[in-house]
């Protein structure tokens, strides 16, 4: 038996006090692969992976929700036991390999989509391999579903590297075309490529987001920099573990988010 298998069989562990940086997974695209040169970036799990690490987190006594449903359980005092899952870019395959598993378990996630690329795939990525991504019937397909739909920005640039007027449209810009495309204009912003500094974290304050996603965010860390923990196909129990215990060591004292 797997150290997988065997912690997905185990009775759910208590679930302890919510920490008061939130623990919030980084995930991509969920796909079927065998070949390690089919994933140069490292951001591919195959649908087993993923309903395992689903699993792990119920044999921890945690359930995985959008970053929208944790902030809200955790501001009214409900949000021990709640994990953060938010998948990036807005592949196709969300819709297809991700969705079903996370009703199957009752987890949703924050979905973090390019307007400006909708139905096309993703270029920025010059190793490859490209992946489709959701048309605008796809993300409302998604909305409909119960996940929530944030903003990556419009054409996945670095947002420390563009102009104020580029800035504007990538923040403003996205946000206008998911409220045009959804009905609801989004929570959250998800930064691409994790990068930040102080003008990018104050330009999304100011464009009318409630918070939103970094990687390593630093000093600039707090509801508009909120810290992410990637998850990879390498990720059994023990790494998730490690992980686990990585982020309440490292941001045991960090701002509430």
């Known amino acids: 038996m797997s150290a997988d298998t065997a912690t997905a069989g185990a009775p759910p562990a208590p679930a302890a006090r919510a920490p008061r940086t939130p623990w919030v997974l980084m995930y991509h695209s969920v796909a079927e692969f065998t070949d390690p040169a089919e994933d140069p970036y490292g951001i591919t799990v195959t649908p087993r992976a993923l309903e395992a690490q689903l699993l792990w987190l119920r044999s921890r006594g945690l359930r995985g929700v959008s970053v929208r449903e944790l902030r809200a359980a955790r501001a009214a005092g409900r949000g021990a036991g709640l994990v953060g899952l938010t998948f990036d870019d807005g592949y196709t395959d969300f819709l297809v390999q991700a969705l079903p598993l996370l009703r199957r378990h009752d987890c949703t996630a924050t979905l973090f989509v390019l307007p400006g690329r909708l139905g096309t795939d993703n270029v920025w990525d010059p190793l490859g391999p490209r992946k ?19 903003s990556h920005g419009l ?5 420390t590297e563009v102009p104020d007027d580029v800035l504007a449209q990538e923040l403003q810009g996205s946000r206008e075309q998911l409220r045009e495309l959804t009905g609801t204009a989004p929570e959250g912003f998800c930064y691409p490529y994790g990068t930040i500094d102080r003008r990018v974290v104050d330009a999304t304050r100011a464009a009318g987001y409630t918070y939103a996603c970094a990687i390593g965010p630093g000093r600039l860390g707090g509801p508009y920099a909120m810290p992410r923990t990637h998850v990879s196909q390498a990720d059994g129990a023990a790494r998730l573990r490690v992980k686990q215990l990585r982020h309440r060591v490292k941001y045991a004292r ?3 988010a």
């Not at 991504?133 to 409302?140: H, M, P, W």
């Not at 054409?155 to 947002?159: G, I, R, T």
């Open 132 to 150: 489709p991504l959701l048309t605008a019937d796809g993300i409302r397909e998604v909305a409909a579903a119960g996940q929530e739909i944030g």
């Open 155 to 159: 054409l996945h640039q670095h947002l």
């Open 254 to 256: 960090g701002a509430a």
